[in-house]
């Protein structure tokens, strides 16, 4: 059985593109004029090696509540159950200082 070889990769703004990509977006087969410009766009690159995530999508990554998508409401929830939580303690330090 034969090994998928991988394919190099190189890093460009923070972001990681196949090694085969053109130097300039200019010389890529799907630009197609200065007017309009690349056809799929940046965010669908052909020779992205990884998909770009917003910085919700960074923030929310390995939340238990995104469930693959980033929060919806005004408010994250990981943030919140962390003020909740760190609230909690507080109160409990104060009735163990209290009872002492």
Known sequence: MRKKARRKTILIDGIRYYDDKPDT?????????????????????????????????KKCEGCCYAKGHPCVSAVCYKELDAWLRAKRSNRAKEAGAANE
């Open 25 to 57: 977006c200019r010389k890529c087969f799907f630009w197609k004029n200065r007017k309009v410009g690349c056809v799929l766009g940046t965010q669908n690159c052909y020779y992205l090696a990884e998909a770009v995530k917003t910085e919700q999508e």
